[in-house]
């Protein structure tokens, strides 16, 4: 059938189960939003405040589903503004297209009005990008792009078409998607290797990273860990993927991680690392992390391996057959001993806060216990960030969305609307600190324009706290450009943009406030007003070894001596 481009590009949406996208429209991409105007009822907008919080929201839709997210944006400042949404999910290795319209063929190149060479800004942050310049292109490249989105280690690719293909006519046929037969590279050997390094080891630990999470492997994870009796820890991104009520978790590890990850990674004679990227915030100083352990490091991603830490067996492939294969081939472990020495750690260094007035942590505790760990978070970026990482006990995957590789401030409003669209049964909560959600506060009029119920909950500290915390640790308590203490009200920003606000500055008030918030079924910001001066603890300094791990007593037995 003869098809304009505009009409190519939603049919190409369709065949790839698209519900959903993200957007704002603009003069080049005019053509697309009007062909989707004519199919609103096969694909919904949803109409964003701002590209980034499009982007965002594909993101948080793709992180919750496991599907691709679609954004859509115009040329020019349209398609730029997509840029640090498209750069997070690729640090995070999200399933995302983003498709922008660009000028005419003929403009290209002559610095036209809104022109921008969006494919070359990005190209060192997508899996791909394309620039269709011919219509008899564009439904192989929309699909293309869609398998590599989806297709290995997932990302983000981007999509951009000319003004005058989205007119142009031409034959399109439907084709129905074809989903890769998933498999793992390794060989015999490499697999032999890893099962003798687990046979022999006495004091083995399991390191998650997001890719646990990405491969559906969650259930494997947890056979595996039984079979071989070990302690499980994980990084921000791998969340979710192993109990977090279960005995064997012991928590994050890193910079923020719990002292008993941190010791018992650093004691531990093998490391297995599934899904993870060996991140700096996680290893702190390379040379001295796990120095007492073989390693061996299984990923999706070749170059992952041995870039930044040595493993001594490597297994490359999709992570939940290789740990089926690996259950298949290993006996039931016994390391009791070493289990006792982890349960000993973690009695002696609990996470703790000062619970005499109302802060993040006890937010969080209470966050936890009001939705029985059944919630969808997201977070911003920061020290709200942290604590919602180590006081919310998540139990299963895509539950917990946050940027952790680019560290995007501003991201979780946007990532926040996008999963309740994708996960519409949730409660679905962003924990944003003060600084953060101003970047993209904006988005408010996004939820309450579809009446969205998501709760936003701001942690205000009237301090850009995480920078501050730094700035008191290592900077002499210089706070330069961190305070944040001026006259903006931002119970009164909600309800201007349209949503419920609560204010909460007692212990004793948070838990009535969530409940409302949840009874309501409306978008609602919760402002929780904290001391400027709470730190995340425990704390490893930047570049240091994570054995050197320190939290509030020892910092003040430190300055006592």
Known sequence: MQLTGSEIVVECLKEQGVDTVFGYPGGTILNIYDTLYKHSDEIRHILTSHEQGAAHAADGYA????????CL?????????LVTGIATAYMDSVPMVAITANVTLPMLGKDSFQEVDIAGVTMPITKHGYIVKNVEELAGTIRRAFTIAKSGRPGPVLVDITKDVTAAVCEYTPRPVEEKSRAY?????????????????RKPYIYLGGGAVISDACEEVAAFAELIDAPVCDTLMGKGAFDGRSDRYTGMIGMHGTKTSNLGVSQCDLLIALGARFSDRVIGNPKKFAENAKIIHMDIDAAEINKNIRADASLVGDL?????????RLEKQQHSEWMETIADLKAKYPLKYDDSQLSCPYVIETIDRVTKGEALITTDVGQHQMWAAQYYRYTKPRTFLSSGGLGTMGYG???CI?????????ICINIAGDGCFRMNMNELATASRYNIPIIQVVINNHVLGMVRQWQTLFYGKRYSQTVLSDKVDFCKVAEGLGCEAIRVTRKEEVQPAIEKAIALKAPVLIECIIPEDDKVFPMVPAGAPIVEVFDGDD????NES
């Open 63 to 70: 992180r919750a589903t496991g599907k691709v997210g679609v």
């Open 73 to 81: 944006a115009t040329s020019g400042p349209g398609a730029t503004n």
């Open 185 to 201: 590279r390794c060989t015999e050997e490499e697999m032999d290797r890893a099962v003798e390094y687990i046979r022999s080891a």
């Open 320 to 328: 939940k057959l290789l740990l089926q294969e690996l259950n298949r």
């Open 413 to 415: 409003l946007g990532a």
């Open 418 to 426: 996008g999963a309740q669209l994708g996960q519409p049964d949730k």
């Open 555 to 558: 910092l003040k037995k430190k």
